[in-house]
């Protein structure tokens, strides 16, 4: 029995450094890939070339990744008829992470001179190089998360699992903010201004990339998918019922929709954060202050979430942190230029975003038997792909919204500063950041409370029900 748990432990913590390595990749494409666009890849006389082409880059970058909202259940598909020696997840997450963490350390040169001497065919290398990229960054992604309801049927080890995912994937994101700047600077020849020259981003590309694909080889050398007759489907789903199949999941849908709103209001006063601590509480170093209370805390509150739902159960926990994030949202409205009341209220909004993130990740993995008890075949990948989905429209949407709102109230230019906002434009700001979340984290709230019927105890009585009659009623 000891060694059997000891085999589950070395598995878990295998998995761990495989989402760690993940989400570094996930913030260098995110976040920071963005600044080497804006600082170091054009660097002509021209200022208008530049900028011109800087927002050609931006915009081709935007269409991806809105034109990928189509391709990744198809990408999911693909991977639940994957049948190999290795498991049906792990070549994917192998792959996926060699072929990505190439073609972004690419991308973060100039392709030879490129971009001075030929930008249009500079312009049409990129476009192909990023789709690339992301296609497999994407399957990784999703071959990922797809492998917990294939390693244990159990809601509980599955909710254990998931933590240790959990807290390698948000150490993994906090520490890239950690360790850019020293290690772009330590490997330039030019500071730069602080920003570093193209040699120390590469380097960082080289890096973060070769930590990331090393991170996917020990989750693939850790991890065992597990073998069961309830994981074999008698019919393959076609491309053609790819959309229908999701349809037809109705707690997929609704518990997909629920995070979905939720994403929305999350991200507005996550994204706006930076432009709060700037230009309105007047002094935007407090913001690293926030990232190391956020580091603590979330960390704390995943390795708490299995006993967490133990105690409260997962719909439960789902109301009380959204209970608390709506509280959050009115401390930090009303938190002006307080320093203290600021930081109160972004760490306490940030406190339970872990756990739903956990909360809802279980109902969709859980949404996998139901489906398949429901439909008659099962769809791992096809199911478990809707999570990131839903983050890149959130985050495309978002992003789309900051923008606007920064030239709206007066908060884009090198030239604003907390004097310059009026009351009107911080009316207008508060509305967006403040005002249009928590209304966004009400109506979550009631969808989930209305529609959510997926308990941790249907499941089980799903899973009971598929071991009496699945490889019965399904030849």
Request: charged share 15%; aromatic share 12%.
């Given at each position: 029995m000891s060694g059997n748990?000891?085999?589950?432990?070395?598995?878990?913590?295998?998995?761990?450094?495989?989402?760690f390595g993940h989400d570094i990749f996930y913030m260098m494409v995110s976040t920071y890939f963005i600044m080497f666009i804006t600082s170091n890849l054009f660097n002509t006389e021209d200022q208008s070339h530049n900028e011109y082409m800087i927002g050609i880059i931006m915009t081709v970058i935007l269409v991806i990744r809105v034109a990928e909202l189509f391709i990744d259940p198809f990408i999911g598909n693909t991977i639940d008829k994957t049948n190999t020696r290795w498991g049906r997840f792990k070549p994917w997450v192998i792959v996926g992470g060699f072929v990505a963490a190439l073609s972004l350390a690419i991308l973060f040169t100039d392709l030879?001179?490129?971009?001075?001497?030929?930008?249009?065919?500079?312009?049409?290398?990129?476009?192909?190089?990023?789709?690339?990229?992301?296609?497999?960054?994407?399957?990784?992604?999703?071959?990922?998360?797809?492998?917990?309801?294939?390693?244990?049927?159990?809601?509980?080890?599955?909710?254990?699992?998931?933590?240790?995912?959990?807290?390698?994937?948000?150490?993994?994101?906090?520490?890239?903010?950690?360790?850019?700047?020293?290690?772009?600077?330590?490997?330039?020849k030019d500071a730069n201004g602080g920003v570093g020259d193209a040699n120390g981003w590469l380097a960082f590309a080289l890096i973060g990339g070769g930590v990331s694909l090393l991170g996917a080889v020990?989750?693939?050398?850790?991890?065992?998918?597990?073998?069961?007759?309830?994981?074999?489907?008698?019919?393959?789903?076609?491309?053609?019922?790819?959309?229908?199949?999701?349809?037809?999941?109705?707690?997929?849908?609704?518990?997909?929709?629920?995070?979905?709103?939720?994403c929305f209001g999350q991200d507005l006063v996550n994204s706006f954060q930076m432009y709060y601590f700037a230009y309105i509480l007047g002094d935007s170093t407090y913001l690293s202050f926030l990232g190391i209370i956020n580091?603590?805390?979330?960390?704390?509150?995943?390795?708490?979430?299995?006993?967490?739902?133990?105690?409260?159960?997962?719909?439960?926990?789902?109301f009380?942190?959204?209970?608390?994030?709506?509280?959050?949202v009115v401390i930090y409205y009303f938190a002006g230029q307080n320093v203290y009341l600021t930081l109160l209220g972004a760490g306490?909004?940030?406190?339970?975003?872990?756990?739903?993130?956990?909360?809802?990740?279980?109902?969709?993995t859980d949404t996998v038997e139901y489906g398949q008890l429901k439909l008659g075949h099962r769809d791992e990948a096809l199911v478990l792909c809707v999570r990131p989905l839903i983050d890149k429209l959130?985050?495309?949407?978002?992003?789309?919204?900051?923008?606007?709102?920064?030239?709206?109230?007066?908060?884009?230019?090198?030239?604003v500063t907390a004097e310059s906002i009026t009351p009107d434009d911080l009316l207008n700001f508060q509305i967006i950041m403040f005002a249009i979340p928590f209304i966004l984290l009400i109506i979550a709230t009631f969808i989930y409370k209305a529609k959510v019927k997926l308990t941790e105890e249907k499941h089980a009585e799903i899973v009971r029900e598929l071991e009496r009659t699945w490889g019965k009623d399904n030849k």
């Open positions: 748990n000891g085999n589950k432990l070395m598995q878990r913590i295998a998995y761990a450094c495989g989402t030879g001179g490129l971009t001075t001497s030929n930008p249009l065919l500079y312009l049409i290398i990129f476009a192909i190089l990023y789709l690339v990229m992301d296609i497999f960054y994407s399957a990784k992604d999703v071959a990922i998360w797809s492998m917990v309801p294939a390693m244990s049927f159990d809601s509980k080890e599955r909710e254990i699992t998931a933590t240790f995912a959990r807290i390698g994937s948000v150490f993994g994101a906090q520490l890239v903010t950690v360790m850019v700047i020293p290690i772009v600077l330590f490997f330039s020990i989750l693939g050398l850790g991890t065992k998918e597990q073998a069961s007759a309830l994981r074999e489907n008698k019919k393959e789903t076609t491309f053609k019922e790819v959309f229908s199949i999701l349809g037809k999941n109705d707690q997929l849908m609704w518990i997909a929709i629920t995070f979905l709103i939720f580091v603590i805390i979330g960390l704390m509150a995943v390795a708490l979430f299995p006993s967490l739902t133990k105690k409260f159960s997962r719909r439960n926990l789902f009380y942190s959204i209970a608390i994030m709506l509280i959050a306490l909004f940030a406190l339970p975003q872990p756990l739903i993130f956990l909360v809802v990740l279980m109902t969709i959130g985050g495309a949407i978002t992003s789309a919204i900051v923008g606007f709102t920064a030239v709206w109230v007066g908060m884009s230019g090198n030239k």
